[in-house]
């Protein structure tokens, strides 16, 4: 589910005595969910939003993979099309 929750795509479950939370059936489905599995949960203004810990983990790392800056060594140049030219051939040789 992706979006904006609304009546025909939401939810509801009940929290039993030691605090867990069962996810009906087709949401476990639905979600490829299986007993064993972990998820992510995450606290927002609107609620609790619950995720597959291996989607999460994923978006997190490919998240902080864009978000951070290369790490540059030196001062970046512009290499003209003959330089290019005899870079590449030197790497193919």
Do not use: C
Not at 22 to 28: A, E, Q
């Amino acid at each position: 589910m992706v979006g904006q929750m609304t009546a025909s795509n939401a939810s509801s479950a009940r929290i039993d005595s030691k605090g867990r939370i069962l996810l009906p059936p087709s949401l476990r489905s639905e979600l490829d969910l299986e007993p064993g599995d972990s998820v992510s949960l995450k606290r927002t203004r609107a609620g609790l939003v619950v995720t597959p810990a291996r989607k999460a983990d994923y978006l997190s790392r490919f998240r902080e993979l864009i978000e951070t800056p290369p790490k540059r060594t030196g001062k970046p140049h512009n290499p003209s099309p003959s330089q290019m030219k005899k870079i590449w051939k030197e790497r193919l040789s």
